[in-house]
């Protein structure tokens, strides 16, 4: 049981480039969230998706695409990256029991935009 | 829209002492609270969570939190802190379909 992993762990890019940062699960969770943390900012949401074949967007999803690509798997795109999106990207996924309302994350990918 | 709020960006305490981080959040209705914590170069950790019932909620690692709705805080507590105990800790609001986090409190614990 790996829990939640996410590929790559690192990634420079150069601005106007595309990427895809990919996560999978392996609880059977049906919702999972891509957030940003940024130094004094705490985690902020970007995109989430509650079940396979719904996203939603977050607080900061400018600049961001996802894909729900089956249950296991919700990737985040970025299609021209841009500096002020360096930062530390994190997936996370939540069971759906009633008594269940945290959420797991991955163990994140740090992207550097020059 | 929910809220919390981490008044100390940083703690120290020395090895042995007791520890709090606070947190203080803004809901409408029934909080749901949570603490996280975060090792360098790692992910979230949960730690423990408040939906209803006792207001001292027990968690992993010897942490403790008290749920305190006539002053809208849950402060993360614990008796005796470990070197091992220095990360970075968050505090989160449950929201409808995910999380509201806190912009974290750096826990320094000395030797």
């Excluded at chain 1, 895809?20 to 049906?30: E, K, P, Y």
């Excluded at chain 1, 961001?64 to 690509?69: A, D, F, K, M, T």
């Excluded at chain 2, 507590?77 to 999380?99: M, N, Q």
Aim: charged content about 15%; glycine content about 8%.
């Amino acid at each position: 049981n790996a829990g939640v992993t996410q590929t790559p762990k690192f990634q420079v890019l150069k601005t106007g480039q595309s990427m895809t940062l990919q996560c999978a699960q392996d609880m059977n969770h049906n919702s999972m969230y891509w957030y940003r943390q940024d130094p004094g900012m705490g985690l902020r949401l970007i995109y989430y998706s509650a079940s396979e074949g719904t996203t939603d967007k977050g607080e900061v999803p400018n600049g961001y695409n996802v894909s729900r690509l089956n249950k296991r798997e919700f990737s985040l795109r970025l299609e021209s990256a841009a500096p002020s999106q360096t930062s530390v990207y994190f997936c996370a996924s939540k069971g759906e029991a009633r008594s269940s309302y945290e959420q797991y994350f991955g163990p994140g990918t740090r992207l550097t935009v020059t | 829209a929910q809220s919390v709020a981490q008044p100390e960006d940083q703690v120290n305490v020395a090895e042995g002492n007791p520890l709090t981080v606070k947190c203080t959040y803004s809901v409408s209705g029934n909080p749901y609270l949570f603490w996280y914590v975060q090792y360098p170069n790692r992910g979230l950790q949960f730690l423990l969570k408040y939906i209803t019932g006792d207001n001292l909620v027990k968690g992993s690692y010897g942490f403790e939190a008290e749920f305190n709705k006539s002053q809208t805080s849950f402060h993360l507590k614990k008796p005796s802190a470990l070197v091992s105990d220095s990360a970075l800790y968050f505090c989160a609001v449950r929201e409808i379909g995910t999380l509201t986090f806190g912009k974290g409190t750096m826990l320094l614990v000395s030797p």
